[in-house]
């Protein structure tokens, strides 16, 4: 099942998608939820997926603004570093992490599938990262890890898009570089995990223009899924809602010679197969 936070007529909704539209599971009283968020909170989803099994569209997806998956997640949380290849690719000699490398994002940070990201006035170097994101739907705390894919809901995409003379602002902060508004994308909707066949060999695509850039599989990560929902589980309550992504392979523009800067104009597109297509323009900022 896909579900989809969308915006119609000035309208906000969620719902199913059948095809290519949407069932409007928010406009129905059946499921009691108005939002992805709400459905995760209550448990629903078995309930959605009755209420949206054989059900007929009420609009087409060429109609709509796709929204964030989850617009207002309880903790967003991102993951760096942690493709195999993508620590050999900072040429350090540095061996594998021994943990993750974390840092928080705002939502405000992201757009929605078909949306342009945002190049602001003070950097020239907006980058790509494409990354598999996981979305919690059962909470908890210090959650083992042979348990732990039990307490992911689905899965979207992300493009995290990062500033990159701005992540080195500071000598152990990358937080101003990543947290630009409107400067990444997350989409284009919550994909259950039966949609991907579960969570092993996931094949990742980052095409600028249509070029590839980034084509690598979760069998290259470093720290695996149920590792990392122990590991943050650990300091963190987890809750329904919260989103992880979980880092990006080799071959962000950074690290071409010389590097490949986003530039108005250009459309990035974020693929894996049972998930979707996570697809944006660049412009500058109006200011």
Known sequence: MKLVTYELEGKQSF???????????G??????CGSVLEVLQTGSLSKVEKMTSGAGSDADLADIKYLLPI????KLLCIGVNYANRNEEYRDGSDLPRFPS???RTPGSFVGHGED?????ESGQLDYEGEIVLIIGKGGRRIPRENALDH????TLMNEGTLRDW???AKFNVTQGKNFEKSGAIGPWMVTPDETGGFDGLHLTTRVNGEVRQDDTTDSIIFDFPYLINYISTFAELEPGDVISTGTPTGAGARFDPPKWLVPGDTVEIEVPGIGVLSNGVADEKV
């Not at 719902?15 to 599971?25: E, P, R, Y």
């Not at 406009?27 to 009691?32: L, V």
């Not at 617009?71 to 309880?74: E, G, I, L």
């Not at 992911?152 to 899965?155: D, E, F, L, Q, T």
């Open 15 to 25: 719902g199913a998608v059948v095809g290519n539209g949407i069932f409007d599971v």
């Open 27 to 32: 406009a129905r009283n059946e499921a009691g």
């Open 71 to 74: 617009p207002r997640p309880p």
């Open 102 to 104: 974390m840092f928080f």
């Open 117 to 121: 990201i945002v190049r602001p006035p």
């Open 152 to 155: 992911i809901a689905g899965m």
């Open 167 to 169: 992540i080195r602002h």
